[in-house]
């Protein structure tokens, strides 16, 4: 079992910037790929992008465009979502979540193991 906890949204201007984390409870990471996803009122939820724990590699949303960036600090056992360049449509709630194995993927069916969200909220 593993327990996800974000945090760091908040309301933010277009343009602004936005450090989210998500920590790990009871269980290392270092077995599992990590994703980020989103979810806006009325929307699916959405790839945001996605971390394998322990190589390293990344794969992000189509969207993100080079504003986003996840890294992770093996010894906080937390992985974040540094959001730049935000715009009012990036408002969402904001959902890491957890999947065993190194593969990365895209679908939210791949990840087991979810956080609560944190939201996100840019305004014009």
């Known amino acids: 079992q593993v327990q996800l906890v974000e945090s760091g949204g908040g309301l933010v201007q277009a343009g602004g910037s936005l450090r989210l984390s998500c920590a790990a409870s009871?269980?290392?990471?270092?077995?599992?790929?990590m994703g980020w996803f989103r979810q806006a009122p009325g929307k699916e939820r959405e790839f945001v992008g996605g971390?394998?724990?322990?190589?390293?590699?990344?794969d992000y949303g189509d969207f993100v465009k080079g504003r986003f960036t996840i890294s992770r600090d093996n010894a906080k056992n937390t992985v974040y979502l540094q959001l730049n360049s935000l715009k009012p449509e990036d408002t969402a709630v904001y959902y890491c979540a957890a999947r065993g194995g190194l593969l990365l993927r895209r679908s939210p069916s791949d990840y087991v193991y979810w956080g609560q969200g944190t939201q996100v909220t840019v305004s014009s």
């Open positions: 009871q269980r290392s990471l270092s077995s599992y790929t």
């Open positions: 971390i394998n724990y322990r190589a390293g590699g990344t």
